[in-house]
């Protein structure tokens, strides 16, 4: 081994996901939904995922999520992992994760400001950090003076902000994002993945599930290709380049 120049240290990496030799059976169907899986994400990574229809993606990030468990091998997140996950830990391990669904899968029957209240009441924010937090996040995914509206009153990119802002409300150190495009114009698709894209310039580490090649593209990021289940590419740059490997 070279020895390091007086003085210099080594840039510490920090990995966030790790996904050691998974895989996924569903035994209803005994359908391997995953195969084999090896994967690193390390802390302030911007990861897409792609993959045509049933190459695995959901089951990857139910792993994440922990909403399954690895048939085989092992899912780290942080300092968890899924062969030692207590079913009690699980509320604690979804802490530092924040959720975006293609649905949006806000509340109707409450306000802008009610639905991220919510989100932070169920990890016992105070009133007071109630108070603060959501005018901030909502002016940094562009929504300022939307508290008081309903979800219904919002257009369809507006309401994914939200299903953003609540996803961010409780400083999660990762987000999963599942499609968060998928029933969005191209413009409002466009807006969305640039914030996360913004959102992951201040220190959040993002996944985000997607078939939008175009999107892919435009961003240059890294991104892992998925195909019955193996991760056949995985490189950054554009989903031509990672498919055709
Ligand atoms: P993708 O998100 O890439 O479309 P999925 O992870 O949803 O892929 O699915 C991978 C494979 O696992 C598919 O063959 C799908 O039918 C199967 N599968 C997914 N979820 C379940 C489940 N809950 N029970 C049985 N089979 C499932």
Do not use: W
């Not at 802008?112 to 009133?127: E, K, T, W």
């Not at 114009?185 to 985000?208: C, F, H, K, W």
């Amino acid at each position: 081994m070279l020895p390091l120049a007086c003085g210099a240290k080594l840039k510490e990496v920090k990995i966030v996901i790790e996904f050691r030799n998974v895989s996924k059976v569903y035994d209803s169907t005994d359908t391997h939904a995953l195969n084999h899986v090896n994967i690193k994400i390390e802390d302030g990574e911007f990861v897409f995922v792609v993959g045509s229809s049933g190459a695995g993606k959901s089951t990857f990030l139910k792993l994440i999520m922990h909403e399954e468990k690895p048939t085989e091998g092992e899912v780290i997140f942080n300092e968890y992992s899924s062969a030692t996950l207590k079913k009690r830990q699980v509320p604690y391990y979804r802490r530092t994760m924040g959720i975006v669904f293609q649905d949006f899968r806000l509340i109707a029957s409450r306000t802008v400001f009610d639905n991220l209240a919510l989100a932070m009441r169920a990890v016992g924010a105070s009133p007071k950090e109630i108070r603060s937090r959501i005018p901030y996040v909502l002016e940094l995914v562009g929504l300022k003076g939307k508290e008081n509206n309903y979800p219904d009153e919002l257009s369809g990119g507006e309401q994914q902000r939200v299903s953003v802002a609540r996803a961010l409300v409780n400083n999660p150190s990762t987000i999963v994002a599942d499609e968060p495009t998928g029933n969005l114009d191209p413009a409002r698709s466009l807006e969305i993945m640039t914030l996360l894209e913004r959102i992951n310039a201040l220190g959040t580490t993002v996944i985000v599930v997607t078939h939008e090649r175009g999107l892919v593209n435009h961003f240059n990021k890294r991104v892992i290709y998925l195909e019955s289940g193996r991760v056949v590419g995985d490189a950054t740059g554009t989903y031509e380049g990672v498919t055709q490997q």
